[in-house]
């Protein structure tokens, strides 16, 4: 049999992915996307250890041609079903707990009520995304947003609403990275000056047994009030007491770094993969990216307000700059309300007391979850 060179190489062209883009260019689309994505992770930093797994996903998917999303046979199909079963997002959990100090919380346990403020965008989000006409269960899904953590956002859409987990999870984690962006200008329009130039005093110090009793105390009552937050909660909760209790030091340091490392790769990636251009490129896909930062703004406005309600009630000796960490992105929140604290005023540390709202508010999105899942979970 003979074969010519160019009819070898007409083959292998029009067998390519480059050929198949003119079958649906819509997939050059999602590339650029992607290379928007690593550009945003790369270069600028936002949140580069989940957007570059993520962008990367994204890329990959959206190659024609390649099987990797072939159910029973592709590469990232078997990736996936650690996010469809709602395994990572537990075990990132773990890593959470393992790497979270509950110190600040505890010393002022009233900063629970600010990690609850801040769940305002998830349940404003929701009733939006019902008045837009979206299924209760995905409306529920998407305000979950609001509540700026990722793997709480993946764990609610891989049970409510599977179909629009991709844009869920990017919006969630895309808002994360840009915390130090979106949440500045909220705080300075919703607080004075002579608001944020307040400084904290400091927290008391924290015994190691009540950092023992804590996680435990707290797993057992947020799960018997509400079982469904028992995979983020309980994890979440494990991975401190592995911290605290001073006897798993090993345990600690794996789910702290190798594990949480390795989980954090294939989730971005399974995340990334299910952004293909026939189910991404819809009108529903910028609602849910839309509604998303509605929720992320108020859910800020939220722990704000209610922070502005807390310094007064105080005689002024809570800065309401902590309300804003309310949200769940630990430490990120955290550091931005610092960083606006001492531009108002150069002396003011406000770190260590603003980690109490913004842990308090990683347990409050994970209750608003379970309660979302309880409700419209079936």
């Given at each position: 049999m003979q074969f010519s060179f160019i009819g070898v190489m007409e083959k292998i062209l029009g067998e390519s992915g480059f050929a198949a883009f003119f079958n649906d260019p819509r997939s050059l689309v999602m590339i650029i996307i992607a290379f928007v994505l690593l550009y945003l992770g790369i270069v600028k930093k936002f949140e580069p250890l989940l957007l570059v797994p993520i962008a990367f996903g994204v890329l990959m998917a959206n190659f024609p041609l390649t099987g990797i999303l072939n159910e029973n046979s592709g590469l990232f199909w078997f990736f996936y079903q650690g996010v469809e079963k709602a395994i990572y997002p537990s075990i990132i959990f773990l890593g959470i707990g393992a790497m979270t100090d509950f110190g600040p919380l505890i010393a002022?346990?009233?900063?629970?009520?600010?990690?609850?403020a801040a769940q305002l965008g998830i349940f404003s989000a929701f009733l939006l995304a019902l008045a837009l006409g979206f299924d209760p269960s995905v409306a529920a899904a998407i305000g979950v947003i609001g509540g700026a953590d990722g793997p709480t956002s993946i764990l609610v859409a891989s049970r409510l609403a599977i179909k629009y987990l991709p844009a869920i999870a990017i919006a969630a984690y895309s808002y994360m990275a840009l915390i130090p962006m979106i949440q500045p200008p909220l705080m300075r329009l919703i607080t004075?000056?002579?608001?944020?130039?307040?400084?904290?005093?400091?927290?008391?110090?924290?015994?190691?047994?009540?950092?023992?009793?804590?996680?435990?105390?707290?797993?057992?009552?947020?799960?018997?009030?509400?079982p469904d937050t028992a995979p983020l909660i309980g994890m979440l909760m494990l991975g401190n007491l592995f911290r605290e209790c001073g006897v798993t030091e090993r345990l600690s340091d794996t789910a702290q770094n190798a594990l949480c490392n390795i989980v954090t790769i294939f989730l971005g990636l399974s995340v990334g993969c299910k952004a293909v251009a026939e189910s991404f490129l819809t009108w529903d896909t910028i609602k849910i990216i839309i509604l998303g930062l509605l929720a992320f703004l108020l859910s800020t406005a939220g722990g704000l307000v209610f922070g502005k309600i807390?310094?007064?009630?105080?005689?002024?000796?809570?800065?309401?700059?902590?309300?804003?960490?309310?949200?769940?992105?630990?430490?990120?929140?955290a550091r931005v309300a610092q960083v606006e604290g001492q531009k108002?005023?150069?002396?003011?540390?406000?770190?260590?007391?603003?980690?109490?709202?913004?842990?308090a508010g990683v347990i409050g999105s994970a209750?608003?979850?379970g309660f979302m899942l309880k409700v419209f979970g079936g």
């Open positions: 002022r346990p009233s900063s629970l009520l600010l990690g609850a004075t000056k002579k608001e944020r130039e307040i400084k904290m005093e400091q927290l008391r110090p924290v015994s190691k047994t009540e950092k023992i009793v804590f996680p435990i105390a707290v797993a057992t009552i947020v799960i018997l009030l509400i807390m310094c007064k009630l105080s005689g002024g000796k809570i800065n309401p700059l902590i309300g804003s960490a309310g949200v769940s992105a630990v430490p990120m929140a108002a005023n150069p002396a003011n540390f406000l770190l260590m007391h603003a980690m109490g709202p913004n842990v209750v608003a979850a």
